[in-house]
């Protein structure tokens, strides 16, 4: 266990998935100790895409991550985009260009590779590797005014200023945030806001195979009444996931957990159905590398913190995966978290002056090379979290917005979407479509206290590092 340091401010890390391990590098590089505890192993085999109010199962392979070109930003801005672009083997090519054309509005590339693959780089570039524990469940959150604490199954606990849940959809800490919420102020959290809708996935990866007509590296959709097929190639692999609307929602607290034999006969249901030129999807599923069926969930918590313990990534807002946002936005909260917590620190507490309450908006503190922090009260940590909360909210929601409109006008969810994805959109391109998701990309935060030169397309950054 590490102990913690009597004036060092500290955070408690849980799960090592995109946004911990992101969180992770920002801390790094303002100084900030941290641990970071993951239940099971850095990089499992299996993931989701890097890239939800009606429930959409997938069949596919959500083995891959997308890095879009405002997740591309961030990596450069934490100084492992290089390492991230050397286990990228694919080529940009793509009907419309799309990933041309998203280089072209902001700068940066699309990228596609194994979402282990891509946690592995993550890890790999960390400093000081002894801050990650792994084999670390969490059992309980405790919350008090001096200090905040997770305790494990194997007894042992971790001691800091602030809590971080990274943990997912079925996070463990989000559980004992509502619990320590609701025994504070009852009702706090209502069994509304805990409601979420369920999406069927099935997930999987395949080895590339002559007569799909696909190049090395497409992503194609097949739009169907109800579903949807979403397909991303590498010079080796596909990588597929099928969307499929369930005939009724599933909200919390009930999940369903699907075995192989439910993989199967959905699988099944769309074995006949064209993928390619010369392929079913049948013929993908029996040559399939791996693949199962999965939850996905879709939504945006109302509160995102209570007390010293925050909530950031799928344990905050979840999207559905057809506009690949879902990696992007749980990068953002790392980095805009990162910003919030290295101001946080610089506070001192024997000020004069009073915190002020926006401490997003306030000019950055002098920094402390000797990271003697004085650690701020529970009151402090509750103000600038409630202002991560203010500033992340509306831009989650947004995408979480545009992610559903997505998924739903490919699958022809109304008579209206059918149109337009079946005979105006082939007439206009995808243009308008890449300037909108372009456009909502540029809105994402920077990393404050970093001086990188970044790269800028014809749509500038919202929030754009200053020029030398």
Known sequence: MHQIEKKQFRVVIVGAGVSGLVLAHALELAKIDFILLEKGMVAPPWGTSITSKDTWPALGSSDTSPVVPAGARLLHQIGILEAVERKYTGRTVLEDRWFDAMREKLGYPDLTLERREYLQVLYDELPDKSKVLTGKRVKNVVDNEEEAFVELDDGSVERGDL????????????????????????????????????????????????????????????????????????????????????????????????????AEELAAKFAEHPIGDSLVFGDLWCNRIRGHLISLEEGVLEHFFFGRTVLIGDAAHKVTPNAAMGGASAMEDSIALANTIHKLAQQKQSSPHPPPTDYLTA?????????????????????????????????????????????????????????????????????????????LGAGGPRLEYVDVEEESGTIPWVHPMPKK
């Not at 402390?368 to 909210?393: C, F, G, M, T, W």
């Open 163 to 262: 809590i971080v849940g990274c943990d997912g959809v079925h996070s463990t800490v989000r559980k004992a945030m509502w619990e320590i919420a609701n025994q504070t102020i009852p009702n706090f959290i209502t069994p509304q806001e805990k409601q979420s809708e369920d999406t069927r996935p099935r997930i999987g990866i395949a080895p590339q195979q002559a007569g799909t007509g696909f190049n090395e590296q497409d992503m194609i959709f097949v739009s169907n009444q109800g579903y949807t097929f979403q397909f991303l190639t590498q010079p080796d692999k596909i990588y597929f996931m099928i969307h499929h609307k369930l005939p009724e929602p599933v909200r919390w607290p009930n999940r369903i957990r699907y075995s192989e034999k439910d």
């Open 363 to 439: 000019k950055n503190p002098p920094y402390n090379d000797n990271n003697n922090n004085i650690k701020p009260s529970k009151q402090d940590v509750a103000l600038a979290l409630q202002s991560y909360q203010n500033e992340r909210k509306p831009r989650l929601q947004k995408i979480h917005d545009e992610s559903a409109f997505v998924t739903r006008l490919q699958s022809y969810d109304t008579w209206f979407l059918y149109l337009l994805m079946r005979w105006v959109l082939p007439l206009i391109g995808l243009a308008p479509i890449v300037h909108n998701v372009s456009k």
